[in-house]
């Protein structure tokens, strides 16, 4: 007897069920003008809901203004920024979706071009575009690179305001009707500078040893934890490794995986590098699947819930993944962005919906009847 495919098996988390396995990874696109959602939000991450995923999630939103990564980024720093994302929301949970935020702060990746404008320190073209820069945080005084802002090392006092910022926007993605809260410790933002040896030089309680660097990203989860209901699920980005000598390591991702799941962490959503350039790995070899190893790991040695990603681009690809135990839930980015349908596309691949009974109505109506009509005719009795 054929097995059902794990992707189209639901999960549940706490309280939360998904109606299957795949994902949609936050992905920023730099498009807000103003820290809100817009009519551009909705109907990108609306078409993830058509699509048929079971989680879809905002880009990094961020808890602070000055914890954008540039201007164009989402935030929950204000009340004002709630409703908006309450609409989208309530569109993703109409269309059998989920709904997910990914809260952030760039700690000294803030202040810089949107990509397609450099992807690099904000320079006089982007002054004149407007985008004038503004003051970056950090564990420790080191800028990103040369040409970079020197960063404001974060005094205690800081860090109370940040860890009550992150409470506060986590209280306003409750109030957005939100799913599921995803803490962003990755890809060399704060919380991942913070864990860094290579960016955090620190002496007091919040550096030095291991369980110094780990001490912020613990107690922002527990944070959001604490403000977060308990029926609902928790996740963490973590950046498996830096890939870079003397940097953040695996072994070390294992030793915080295990730590933020006595706080509460449901989901160790699990990217690599990013530190010291783009959020992407470093000084590791790309190709598809090439984070699974890292996720299969922590899910292992960790014994925790995991959620892979990095260039997962077939439906085989994804079931082999969870076939394997090497993750339990499957992140789709830029795979989604080629195909919103890629949820639905593999569904079918793996034999699961061969009638489009899935799709919205409006669309898997006709497309049954156009797959109907394509049809070989059978040949009748009197022809043969």
């Given amino acids: 007897m054929q097995q059902s495919p ?12 998904l109606r299957n396995r795949v994902v949609i990874s936050p992905m920023c696109t730099y498009s807000s003008p103003d820290g809100s959602a817009t009519d551009w939000h909705l109907v990108h991450l609306g078409q993830f809901a058509l699509g ?21 980024d989402l935030g929950l720093w204000c009340d004002e920024q709630i409703a908006p994302l309450a609409r989208i929301v309530e569109f993703l949970q109409g269309h059998g979706a989920r709904a997910a935020v990914q809260l952030a702060h760039a700690g000294r990746k803030a202040s810089m071009q949107r990509p397609w404008y450099g992807n690099g320190p904000l320079d006089a073209a982007d002054l004149a575009r407007g985008d004038d820069a503004w003051g970056v945080v950090a564990p420790s005084a080191l800028p990103l690179g040369e040409g970079w802002l020197m960063p404001h090392e974060l005094t205690v006092e800081d860090i109370e305001s940040l860890k009550a910022d992150f409470r506060a926007a986590a209280r306003r993605a409750l109030a957005a009707g939100f799913d599921v809260v995803e803490v962003h410790g990755a890809h060399g933002y704060l919380l991942h500078e913070f864990l860094s040896p290579l960016s955090n030089h620190r002496t007091d309680g919040y550096g030095g040893s291991l369980e110094g660097r780990l001490r912020l990203a613990l107690e922002v989860a527990a944070a959001v934890r604490d403000v977060w209901p308990q029926e609902r699920p928790l996740f963490f980005r973590i950046s498996a490794t830096d890939g870079l000598d003397g940097g953040w390591s695996v072994e070390e991702s294992v030793i915080l995986a295990g730590r933020l799941a006595q706080v509460g962490v449901d989901v160790l959503d699990v990217s690599s590098g990013g530190l010291a350039g783009s959020a992407t790995a470093a000084r590791i070899k790309r190709g598809p699947g090439f984070q699974v190893p890292f996720a299969e790991r922590i899910r292992q040695e960790a014994r925790v819930t995991t959620m892979a990603v990095g260039l997962i681009l077939e439906a085989t690809q994804a079931e082999e993944i969870l076939r394997r135990g090497q993750a339990d839930l499957i992140a789709v980015g ?4 080629y195909d919103p349908h890629w949820a639905l596309h593999a569904q079918r691949v793996l034999g699961v919906d061969n009638n489009f009974g899935d799709w919205p109505m409006q669309y898997g109506w006709w497309l049954d009847k156009r797959a109907q009509s394509l049809m070989p005719a059978t040949p009748s009795p009197q022809a043969a």
């Fill in 334 to 337: 830029r795979e989604a962005l």
């Fill in 52 to 72: 048929g995923a079971g989680l879809i999630f905002t880009e990094a939103t961020a808890v602070q203004e000055h914890g954008r990564i540039t201007h164009g």
């Fill in 6 to 17: 794990l992707l189209f098996n639901p999960i549940a988390l706490r309280g939360l069920e």
